[in-house]
Structure formats: structure tokens, C-alpha cells
């Protein structure tokens, strides 16, 4: 009896020293280098193990919020950490419609920081290993997380044309995502917006490569670059790899119908830039490419990325199931292990969503796949946690969380960006408003916070986002401003048309704020199943975000009807869209006294269009994205290639409103430009840019070269260099831009990048 107590009791205190992190073990010395690290864990792990560190999985159901504002792990995260041995999580933070987390079961930062501890202390106290976990949220224009800073959406942070505040962006964003427990923040979104019916058009940074590439390196630049021993470095990654924007008919995951130069020359030169910037993971896309999945593409993954770009630190992640897709979908692998395999072959590191790589075991052991090819993309993912120092500081403060996340210089920020992001198109001088004026506020977009705000966006608690009829009653009072829905974005009722006329009649002006929308529903009670009850069913306003293409760029619903009707009373009209892609603005740019866009402005929108509105804010802001005139014409993008459109029979083949373009309160005037050689073989372009006005304002000095002669056919011109500048009234300024020598080649017949004649041009300042 003593033996078998005495058995027992060794095997308790085997099994125990089991889970004690190993203490004097090369991989747990700080002192030593990365790769000495590496390899010294990887000969340690199980084949097991090592699949585990590949997998990605959910991570909002690793938790559990109590009465009591306490957090514990659930019993589903225990046993994927001791079974699975996963190394990864998504979007624990992640709070919408979708993950059925509110202000009640959700996360607040505090809190989140508490449960991204817990996690980090189960997987660091009670596995062989102790590895920490690597936790990813997604970020384009903000944390996806409850109290998180909201952004402008890409399209409006690219209409700032200012490097300076994405970078100011990116730091946010970091030390957002850092201080609550992650590391991963997946944005920019680098798709090129070829076919504004496309539902993420409003994810992006518009239609040019030299705009995207150049604002994405510098929300990257804040993000911490490379640097990952910086305290809010966040590993960025790019989506979507590549030419995902491209789809065909604007369909969300369609073919992308697009060659092989195109692609070089094109589309990939975004993502080179902002991997040279410091980004440290790309996301694969759900399309194909002249029938080679993405997620599957060899030449893409590894000729260009790892070997051409020589990227191998990089980590490659796949977007949500898009290993799966290729079997359940695409059907270019007979089963989820066939899909598996030809992404690790391909150069997939890490399967978000897990299921595929979850079955390698199997491959390895019939020799389909080699333990080298586990053990590269296991390299990448222990490198970077090493780099973080997740080995020595897996924890955060809950307490710094909560002090910092969406502070006071986080909120300024957020109505700078949207400030700049607004785009003026049409004034015949009744902006800025008098603040003396009796101005009418109508419509679906006037006073509704979440159409403010764009997809991949959490819940905001009251008061934290001031729509524009708040924003204007808070400028000019309630005396001078009153407020009617008019409709909503996509129901065809009229029912509240009559107020909505009859306080605009009462009016001196009238701003109609119209537009669209990619508001989750978060006010629906939802089942455990997912499904919303009935009960709560309406017609919802969503008509873009993700999965939410059109056919047409028509208001939709009956606001259209709404314009004319507001038109009728014969007041003033001033137009606000507040859109995540380009609406048609035909009628109002015919009849309508001013328009602007202001995209998704994000939690200050509402005060930065009332800014603008009432001549507190110049605007500044410029397309990021040709506005087309009538979908027949589409593809509109200005980078083309020749020849230039000819007008079709029933009307012109001319944009509405061109790419770069955006008016102000003031004039500017430009000298003679002067192009200098310099000596890495690029170009100074210098021109001098007076204020003629009497108003202090932004212009954005845009650069773009023309070939007159290729090899290769062009389009009629190419952004290569822009600088936006703030000048007082009558003041001067000498702005001297540098166009790489890159930026002025082309791709060959031979596709080898070819130096080509070139002319400059300067985008005209708008009179």
C-alpha cells in the first residue's frame, strides 16, 4: 500500500514538473539570438505541437464574462491549448452581430486585457512548452474592439492624401491593439478599388497604386515598421494578396481578370512598398488569378515574395477559410488535406480558421509533405513571438489599457483625419453656412450613428459618436436647427416625406445627408443559433461592406425622391453622402447648391462635417477614387491604359468627378514647374504654390508622369509623386517633390522593368 502511494505520489509530481516552463534552456535565454532560439525550441516540439503554432483559430469564445466583471478562459480554449496545442487567436476582442458580443458579454479595454492574460497564463503555466500565444484583431481603420478609436474608413483616409496623419493613425491603432493583449492588427487594406459596385471598395485606399503604397508605408511607419521591440509594434498585415479588388462584375471574391504585367506592374508595387516600409505580414485572398487560387499560388507566394522581395521574415497568413474555399468552393482540391497542402507547398504559413492545417499529420506521415516545409512556416511564427518578447513579457496592464485606449489625443486625431478626409465637389458659393441661418437636417445618413462608422466596427456606447444633426445643433443651438429621417437608406416608405418638406420649407438651408451604408445590425436581439428574432426584423440600411455588392450606384430606396422633393421648396440644398463607395451624384451635382462626400467618416465625422459646413475647416480632401457619371461606364479608373475613351452614342465617356480631384473655400495658383535630375536617377519636380484667396487652406500638389513613348502600351498618365500643403492667405510656398526612378519605368515585353521617356504633369489647381 505504502508503494502505491508512494507511486502515485511520483507521478503527481512527474505530471506537474511537466507543465513548469523550462527554465535553463537556450530557448527561454533573452540573452541569446533570435535564430539560436528558434532552432533550439523547434527541436523540442512535437510534430503536433508544431501544427498547432500554423493554426488560427476564433478567439471570442476563448472567454468567459461574468456577473461580477470577472473573466475566466473557457473550457472549449482549455482544450483546443492542451489538445490542439494552438498558438494563435483572432479577433478575441471582436465584438458585432456576427460574434454575438455586446457592452454585456463583450469586452471593455480593461477587461480585455484581463482575458488576454488569462489566455497568455494558461498557455504559458500549463503546457510542456510554455509557448505564448500570438492574438490578432483586425484594425483597418481602428481596433474592431468595444471602446477602440473608430477612423475614418480607408477610402476616407486615403482622401486626406496625408502620409503625416496615417502615420499618426498607425500609432494609435498600435497602441491600441498592444496595450488590450494583441499583436497582429490586420490592415492596411492594399486592393486597388477598380469597380466601385464592389462592397469593400470602401476598405481600401482607392483606385492608384502610388496613393495606396504610399499611405499604407506610412500608417505601417506608426504601426512600428519592422521594430517589434518597440512597446505598441503591431505585426501589419496586408490584405488581400493580390488583385482582390479586381473582381469581375464587382463581385465579392470573383476571378480576378487580370495579366501577368498588369499584376507586376499594377497591383503588386502597393504591397512591395509597405513590405519595404516595415509590414511583417500578408494575407492571402479568396479569388483566383487565371485559375490559380491565391491562397494556392507558388509564383505568387514564394517566386515574388520570398524570393524576388526577399521576404522570408514575413509571415503569410490565410484570409478566414480560404484553404477551405479551394476544396468547398473553388474546387481545386478533391479534400480539406489536398487544400492544405498546396497552400503550405505554396507558402502559407498560418490557416486562419484551422481546419485544414489541422489534418498536415497526415500528409507528413504518407511523405505528401516534408517536416522542412512544417518547420519553415513554424520558424516564422516562433520568430516573431521572440522579437515581440512574448517569452519574457507575455502580460499587459489592464489598468494602462483603460486610461489610454480612445484617450483624449486618440479622439482629436480621429476628427483631424476626418476634417482632411472631406471632399468638396460642387459650391456655388452657399458653403460655408451662416451661422445666423435656419438650416434644415434630413435625411437617412443625418442623425444615425452606425451609418457613420463603416464595416469591421464594434458597438460604441451613447455619446461617444456625434452624428451631423448633433455635431449642428452643437455649433449653431436648437434654435437654429431642426431635424427630420426624411426615409431610410434602402425602404421605399414616404411616409415621413411631409415633416421632412415641411421643416425644410421653415428653413434658409437645407443639408440633405444621404448616402449608404455597412452597419451590422447591432440593436436585432439575436438567437443562440445566430438567427435575429423576428420580432426585430426591418428592412436593414446595409448596402455595401463586405459581401454587399451592387449592380447599380443608385441612392437607394426612395431618397432620391427625397432630394427632389427637399429641391421643390425652393430652399438652398446642400448635399452630404456619407458612402463607402461612389455614389451617383448626377442630379446633384446638376441641382444641387454644394456637394460634398465624406466617405465613413468614423466617430468624429459628424463634428468634422459640421466643421466643414460652417467654414471652421477648409476642406482639403481629394478623390482617392474616379466618381463615374453612370455604371455603363465602368471600369473608370483614371490609370487605364490608351487608348483615351471615346464618348459613346447616348453620353460622354467622362468621369462626373476625376480622380485627384476636391475644391476648397480658397484659390490656389501654381508657378512654372521645374523637373531635376538627381543623382539616383529620379526626378526633383519643385513648383511654387501661392494662396490666392482669403481663407487659410490645403492644397494637395499632385504629380504624374506620362509616357509619350513604351514599349509597352500606358495608360495616359500615372500619379508618381503628391505633397498636401497648408497655406495662409497669400502666402507662397516652394514645394519640391522626389519621384523614385522606379516609379518612372516599365514593364517590358520580356517583363523586365525598362526605363521609358517621360514627361511631367501637375494636376491643375481647382479655380
Not at 478562459?73 to 458585432?96: C, K, L, N, P, S
Not at 497542402?341 to 509533405?369: F, M, P, T, W
Not at 489625443?409 to 456655388?428: C, P, Y
Amino acid at each position: 500500500m505504502r508503494f502505491i502511494t508512494t507511486l502515485l505520489a511520483a507521478t503527481v509530481t512527474l505530471l506537474a514538473s511537466a507543465t513548469q516552463l523550462p527554465t535553463r534552456v537556450p530557448y527561454r535565454d533573452a540573452h541569446l539570438p533570435v535564430d539560436l532560439r528558434v532552432s533550439d525550441l523547434l527541436g523540442r516540439m512535437t510534430l503536433d505541437e508544431k501544427l498547432g503554432q500554423l493554426q488560427c483559430l476564433m478567439g471570442w469564445d476563448s472567454y468567459e464574462r461574468h456577473d461580477d466583471n470577472t473573466i475566466t478562459t473557457t473550457a472549449a480554449f482549455r482544450q483546443q491549448i492542451q489538445e490542439r496545442h494552438i498558438g494563435m487567436y483572432w479577433a478575441v476582442m471582436r465584438a458585432d452581430p456576427w460574434t454575438r458580443k455586446t457592452f454585456n458579454n463583450g469586452l471593455n479595454p480593461a477587461l480585455a486585457a484581463e482575458a488576454t492574460n488569462k489566455m497568455q497564463h494558461y498557455a504559458v503555466d500549463s503546457t510542456r512548452l510554455g509557448i505564448p500565444l500570438l492574438l490578432a484583431e483586425e484594425a483597418p481603420h481602428g481596433h474592431m474592439a468595444i471602446g477602440a478609436t473608430v477612423f475614418p474608413t480607408g477610402l476616407g483616409m486615403a482622401a486626406t492624401w496625408s502620409p503625416a496623419l496615417m502615420q499618426r493613425v498607425g500609432q494609435v491603432i498600435g497602441r491600441e491593439v498592444r496595450l488590450q493583449g494583441a499583436h497582429i492588427s490586420y490592415g492596411p487594406v492594399l486592393d486597388l478599388a477598380l469597380d466601385p459596385r464592389w462592397s469593400r471598395v470602401e476598405e481600401t485606399m482607392g483606385e492608384d497604386p502610388c496613393l495606396s503604397g504610399t499611405l499604407a508605408s506610412a500608417m505601417i511607419q506608426g504601426l512600428g515598421g519592422s521594430d517589434l521591440s518597440l512597446p505598441h509594434s503591431t505585426i501589419a498585415t496586408l490584405k488581400h494578396f493580390v488583385a482582390y479588388g479586381a473582381g469581375e462584375g464587382g463581385q465579392n471574391g470573383a476571378r480576378a481578370a487580370v495579366t501577368p504585367r498588369q499584376l507586376q506592374q499594377v497591383f503588386l508595387p502597393p504591397f512591395h512598398q509597405a513590405l519595404q516600409a516595415g509590414a511583417l505580414s500578408v494575407m492571402t485572398a479568396y479569388h483566383a488569378i487565371d485559375g490559380i487560387p491565391c491562397t494556392a499560388d507558388h509564383h505568387l507566394l514564394t517566386d515574388v515574395l520570398r524570393d524576388q522581395w526577399q521576404c522570408d521574415r514575413q509571415l503569410v497568413v490565410s484570409d478566414l477559410y480560404s484553404i477551405d474555399v479551394m476544396h468547398n468552393t473553388l474546387h481545386t482540391a478533391a479534400t480539406p488535406l489536398d487544400a492544405a497542402i498546396a497552400a503550405l507547398k505554396a507558402g502559407v504559413d498560418v490557416d486562419l480558421g484551422g481546419n485544414c492545417y489541422a489534418l498536415l499529420a497526415q500528409a507528413v506521415e504518407s511523405g505528401r509533405v516534408t517536416m522542412d516545409d512544417i518547420d519553415r512556416a513554424v520558424s516564422r511564427v516562433l520568430r516573431l513571438k521572440f522579437e515581440l518578447g512574448l517569452f519574457e513579457h507575455p502580460y499587459v496592464e489592464a489598468t494602462k489599457a483603460w486610461l489610454t485606449v480612445n484617450n483624449a489625443d486618440a479622439v482629436t486625431l480621429a476628427r483631424e483625419v476626418a476634417q482632411a478626409s472631406i471632399t468638396l465637389l460642387k459650391n456655388d458659393g452657399t458653403l460655408p453656412l451662416n451661422r445666423n441661418s435656419r438650416v434644415a437636417v434630413i435625411g437617412p445618413n443625418a442623425h444615425n450613428v452606425y451609418n457613420m462608422l463603416g464595416d469591421y466596427t464594434a458597438p460604441q456606447p451613447d455619446g461617444k459618436v456625434a452624428t451631423v444633426f448633433d455635431a449642428i445643433v452643437t455649433k449653431v443651438g436648437d434654435d437654429h436647427c431642426s431635424y427630420s429621417y426624411g426615409c431610410t437608406v434602402r425602404d421605399t416608405s414616404q411616409s415621413a416625406f411631409d415633416l421632412a418638406v415641411r421643416i425644410a420649407r421653415q428653413a434658409d438651408v437645407v443639408v440633405a445627408v444621404v448616402g449608404g451604408s455597412s452597419a451590422r445590425d447591432f440593436r436585432t436581439n439575436y438567437e443562440q443559433t445566430g438567427a435575429a428574432s423576428a420580432a426585430q426584423a426591418t428592412i436593414s440600411d446595409m448596402e455595401c461592406g463586405e459581401g454587399n455588392d451592387r449592380a447599380t450606384l443608385d441612392l437607394l430606396g426612395v431618397q432620391q425622391q427625397l432630394l427632389k422633393a427637399l429641391k421643390a421648396t425652393g430652399r438652398p440644398l446642400v448635399v452630404v453622402y456619407i458612402e463607402g463607395r461612389p455614389l451617383d451624384k448626377t442630379w446633384a451635382d446638376e441641382h444641387a447648391n454644394a456637394v460634398l462626400t465624406a466617405y465613413y467618416p468614423g466617430e468624429q465625422g459628424g463634428n468634422a462635417i459640421a466643421d466643414v459646413l460652417y467654414g471652421d475647416y477648409n476642406p482639403g480632401g481629394r478623390l482617392p477614387i474616379t466618381v463615374p457619371r453612370h455604371v455603363g461606364q465602368l471600369p473608370v479608373y483614371y490609370h487605364r491604359p490608351l487608348p483615351v475613351t471615346h464618348d459613346y452614342v447616348d453620353m460622354t465617356a467622362q468621369p462626373l468627378y476625376p480622380f485627384g480631384y476636391g475644391l476648397s473655400y480658397t484659390t490656389f495658383r501654381y508657378g512654372e514647374m521645374k523637373a531635376t535630375q538627381t543623382a539616383d536617377g529620379g526626378y526633383d519636380i519643385a513648383v511654387d504654390v501661392t494662396n490666392t484667396g482669403s481663407r487659410r487652406g490645403d492644397e494637395v500638389v499632385q504629380v504624374y508622369a506620362r509616357h509619350p513613348v513604351a514599349p509597352i502600351v500606358q495608360p495616359e498618365r500615372q500619379l508618381v509623386a503628391f505633397e498636401r500643403v497648408t497655406l495662409e492667405p497669400g502666402q507662397t510656398q516652394r514645394v519640391t517633390l522626389h519621384v523614385a526612378p522606379q516609379a518612372l519605368q516599365v514593364v517590358n515585353e520580356l517583363m523586365q522593368w525598362e526605363s521609358a521617356p517621360v514627361e511631367f504633369l501637375l494636376q491643375s489647381p481647382r479655380p
